[in-house]
């Protein structure tokens, strides 16, 4: 695997949100299974690029990983090939615009987007809900750097009485650009692996660990 290949797993889960129903979809298969993380793809219809499903059970509150998401600024230190990412607006407690850019070595171009965020949690199952999807039109490009034309992401969490939860997150992307879509699906699972290995240790840092927030109920 070259370096320009492994910046490229990064853009496949390089922003942290709206599922496709898939109705129409392939089947899931399996491509990684290991620590306790399950990564999944199917062909997309309407796309070259293949959609990807991973699973996980974190041992964490639903504050504790609200938290982590919505530290924009951290995100550099665990979602995998995020070179550069800041907060844009903060609409509310939930719900905020940020920018990423996804590192990419020479010669190919850093990728970049902007992203919604938006956490919602089930006033009755506590089940938790983040979205996360890219605006490509709320700036104006950047020189020498490729803007991601699709990006949406859709976590799907769901708290136990045993103070564990189960993680289901899907993302559908197009990271621009002339990559083949055949050699990004050869290995798209690396990023959404990374990146959710590094999430099990972020997670417990004390700062979201022992977070507080007045739109979550754990």
């Given at each position: ?7 490229y797993?990064g ?7 709206t ?6 979809q ?36 639903l ?13 550099t ?29 020479f ?12 956490i919602?949690?089930?006033?009755i ?61 050869s ?32």
């Open positions: 695997m070259t370096v320009v290949l492994k910046s797993f853009i496949l889960f390089g922003s942290i949100f599922f496709s129903s898939g109705a129409s392939g089947e899931w298969h399996l491509k990684k299974d290991q620590g306790g993380i399950r990564i999944y793809m199917r062909s997309n219809n309407h796309s070259s690029f293949n959609e990807i499903k991973a699973e996980m059970t974190i041992d964490s509150k504050s504790a990983l609200a938290a982590l998401l919505l530290d924009v600024h951290n995100h230190n665990w979602v995998y090939s995020v070179k550069t990412c800041y907060l844009l607006r903060q609409v509310s407690n939930n719900e905020l615009y940020y920018y990423e850019v996804i590192d990419s070595p010669p190919a171009n850093d990728r970049d987007l902007i992203v919604h965020l938006k919602m949690q089930d006033s199952s506590r089940v938790m809900t983040v979205t996360a999807t890219n605006i490509p039109d709320y700036m104006p490009a950047k020189k020498n750097v490729v803007r991601v034309p699709l990006s949406k992401e859709f976590w799907h969490v769901v708290p136990s009485a045993d103070n564990l939860l189960r993680i289901e997150y899907y993302l559908e992307v197009d990271p621009g650009g002339s990559v083949p879509a055949w050699l990004i699906n290995f798209a699972e690396k990023g959404p692996f990374e990146t959710f290995r590094r999430l099990q240790q972020e997670v417990d840092i004390p700062k979201y660990r022992d977070a507080a927030l007045p739109f979550i109920r754990n």
